[in-house]
């Protein structure tokens, strides 16, 4: 069906809620690019699309809006949320805090059947990079991180990392197309895995923090020349 969005695509719900439905797939087109930063998103043209009324739509903007993926503005309604460079940085300095001292407090629980569930991850990731799968990129990165997260035992922590991975995941993606920098990633998630393996606690937390400040300082320098350039 073609929306007053001008979309003629369709797109299916798994079986759940359909706010959640509604809230995966809009997720899922704002992190591939679809729907633009700054861009409005229209609960009457979304609610045609779907073929469903305005009351899930609004539902999901709600899950969307505390995601941190849309804001809502006035006279204007719902707004995929853009990412300035200060934003940006922001955000990775909370990932090297955090993640590190989940990463520290995991080790030591860290299993052989954990690490080798870490090694099936980081193949998929390898091999969604291999494919140009950049689709998968963003949320392959995530899992591979949270499976050595995991055993820290630290939910609340988690959770918070993982919201704030959920709003870099689509810069994540555009980073890694613009910068090909799938060599040295896969260098860097291969090592850290070889040292939770050895139990090497100071040199994992070291590589982990050196990968994620080297990944936020490029993704903010993409983001000031889009800016220039813009």
């Keep these: 069906m ?3 969005m001008g979309l003629t695509k369709s797109h299916s719900l798994k079986r759940q ?3 959640e439905a509604l809230a995966d797939s809009l997720r899922e087109r704002i992190l591939n690019g ?3 930063p700054g861009e409005s998103l229209v609960q009457e043209a979304l609610a045609e699309e779907y073929e469903c009324s305005r009351m899930p739509v609004r539902e999901a903007f709600r899950q969307l809006e505390a995601a941190g993926l849309i804001v809502t503005k006035v006279h204007k309604g719902a707004v995929v949320a853009a990412m300035p460079a200060e934003q940006a940085q922001e955000l990775y300095e909370l990932r090297v805090n955090l993640e590190s001292v989940l990463l520290e407090h995991a ?3 860290m299993t052989d059947a954990d690490l ?3 090694e099936q991850v980081l193949r998929e990731l390898e091999k969604a990079y291999e494919e140009r799968d950049i689709n998968r990129w963003g949320s392959l990165n ?3 991180h949270r499976s050595l997260y995991v055993p820290a035992n630290r939910t ?3 959770a918070i990392v993982q919201g704030v991975n959920l709003q870099v995941e689509r810069y994540v993606r555009l980073q890694l197309l613009i910068s090909e920098t799938f060599e040295a990633a ?3 998630h291969r090592a850290l895995l070889e040292y939770c393996r050895a139990r090497n606690v100071e040199a994992a937390v070291a590589l982990l923090k050196q990968h994620i400040r080297d990944a936020g300082d490029s993704l903010v320098s993409s983001l000031e020349a889009r800016s220039v350039d813009a």
């Design 17 to 19: 809620s359909l706010p």
């Design 186 to 188: 896969q260098k860097e």
């Design 34 to 36: 679809e729907f633009k």
């Design 142 to 144: 995530w899992e591979f």
């Design 156 to 158: 609340q922590t988690l």
């Design 116 to 118: 080798d569930a870490s």
């Design 2 to 4: 073609k929306s007053g």
């Design 107 to 109: 080790i030591p629980n």
